[in-house]
């Protein structure tokens, strides 16, 4: 946990560099064997870019798609983890950037799974144009229909799974955490699939597209510092090194949220100070 600071500030600093060239982390599109997280939840995302998918009585539920590049590795390790593609029933979104929504259209099309995401991310999602301003540009994705927008508190159900949506603005004006409740060894495990608060290139100063970010990035913390998940699950895994903690059975730990918080806090301070003195 010491180097998480360091390791969220270098992962803002990676993040949305760019489009895909060699300045992306290869980390991003490297494929690896899908795996069991916790309870009824696999990895099948990249070696760099989580998806999650979700076991229920009726069907699967993914949450996230990676990059546009990576949705014929993320549909390899669905079927790789006994599901197939067609019995995907939802997918649903962390928030509107190319590295996470850039492969939801081909998934959409190859399982005809809905697509559920956080309203404020609807206009991005079906234009294909990334929400706010940024000092890296506009990074398109392949556009999606958004099959229902979600607002704050909105629950998603599939064969007795229910998921709530936990609307975390600030990353994208739609960022959209998502919480669940398991039974682990007969005790309930909140589970915390958290959406970025990391500022990763926004422009918090003078930013026309979404006026309000520094307000919701304040009420995202505040939201998020207020929560006691026993399990976060981050969409960029080295947040919270979560192969290690998955290999070593170290997933549960409610500290992990706090520091998160308290840390991507601090680094938010610092960039807004820089961005208002115009450095």
């Excluded at 760019?18 to 290869?26: I, R």
Aim: with cysteine.
């Amino acid at each position: 946990m010491g180097n998480l600071f360091a390791r969220l500030i270098a992962a803002s600093l990676v993040v949305f560099a760019g489009p895909v060239t060699a300045q992306d982390p290869p980390a991003w599109t490297r494929p690896i064997a899908p795996f069991r997280v916790i309870g009824p939840i696999d990895y099948v995302g990249t070696e760099g870019l989580a998806a999650y998918l979700i076991h229920t009585a009726a069907g699967a539920i993914l949450i996230d798609g990676t990059m546009e590049q990576n949705a014929p590795v993320v549909a390899r390790n669905i079927v790789a983890r006994g599901v197939k593609l067609r019995d995907v029933k939802l997918i649903l979104l962390s928030h509107a950037h190319f590295d996470h929504a850039g492969a939801l259209a081909a998934l959409k099309r190859m399982s005809g799974a809905k697509v559920i995401a956080g309203a404020g991310d609807r206009a991005a999602l079906v234009s294909g144009i990334p929400p706010g301003e940024t000092n890296y540009g506009v990074i398109r994705f392949p556009a999606v229909k958004v099959d229902r927008a979600v607002r704050d508190g909105e629950r998603v159900t599939l064969g007795g799974t229910t998921l709530r949506a936990v609307a975390t603005p600030g990353h994208t004006p739609g960022c959209t955490s998502w919480t669940m409740r398991i039974a682990l060894g007969g005790k309930p495990i909140d589970i915390l699939f958290a959406c970025s608060v990391t500022v990763a290139g926004n422009r918090l100063v003078g930013n026309r597209a979404y006026p309000g970010i520094v307000g919701d990035f304040g009420k995202s913390f505040d939201r998020l510092g207020a929560m006691h998940p026993d399990v976060v699950l981050p969409f960029h895994p080295e947040t919270v090194d979560l192969m290690r903690r998955v290999a070593k059975g170290h997933l549960v730990d409610r500290h992990i949220l706090p520091t998160m918080v308290r840390d991507a806090r601090a680094a938010f301070a610092v960039e807004l100070a820089k961005q208002r003195q115009g450095t």
